[in-house]
């Protein structure tokens, strides 16, 4: 019993040490995914595109 209290008090304790992240912060980095994943989905459809073209031409 005495382990279980030991582990929650440390859970405890490195709860309060834990840095969250500024709204603003969070904002920006999302903003960033979503650029990012528009981009990489736009490449990727140009790639697929591209050989998807090159497959027809072929056959």
Known sequence: ???ILDYIKSVRSE???IVW????SVIRAT?????FS???????????SILNAL???IF
């Open 1 to 3: 019993m005495k382990k």
């Open 15 to 17: 709860w309060f040490k």
């Open 21 to 24: 992240p500024s709204r603003d």
């Open 31 to 35: 903003i960033m995914i979503l650029i």
């Open 38 to 48: 528009g981009a990489a989905a736009l490449f990727f459809f140009v790639v697929d």
């Open 55 to 57: 497959v027809g031409w």
